[in-house]
């Protein structure tokens, strides 16, 4: 995928979720530090850990979220 197609689809992924079509209550954390930007996500209702992703665009930082079961079986490690 090209650095365009990235961007383009990690935009649409977060809009999506903050319009609510993928889900009914989450927390999103979105943060930039010294260039490098952070991804949190969570679903309170479920429980568990959030899912974190990091790089040095929003889409890297998006696209590097583990899937919530990844964060899962680390913690139980």
Same mark, same amino acid.
């Given at each position: 995928?090209?650095?365009?197609?990235?961007?383009?689809?990690?935009?649409?992924?977060?809009?999506?979720? +903050?319009?609510?079509?993928?889900?009914?209550?989450?927390? +999103?954390?979105?943060?930039?530090?010294?260039?490098?930007?952070?991804?949190? +996500?969570?679903?309170?209702?479920?429980?568990?850990?959030?899912?974190?992703?990091?790089?040095?665009?929003?889409?890297?930082?998006?696209?590097?979220?583990?899937?919530?079961?990844?964060?899962?079986?680390?913690?139980?490690?």
């Amino acid at each position: 995928m090209s650095p365009e197609e990235l961007e383009q689809t990690a935009e649409s992924q977060a809009i999506e979720l +903050l319009r609510g079509e993928d889900a009914k209550a989450f927390d +999103l954390r979105i943060s930039l530090r010294h260039g490098h930007w952070f991804v949190s +996500l969570s679903t309170p209702d479920l429980g568990g850990l959030p899912v974190e992703g990091e790089g040095k665009s929003f889409a890297e930082a998006w696209h590097d979220i583990k899937p919530w079961w990844w964060a899962d079986a680390q913690s139980s490690t």
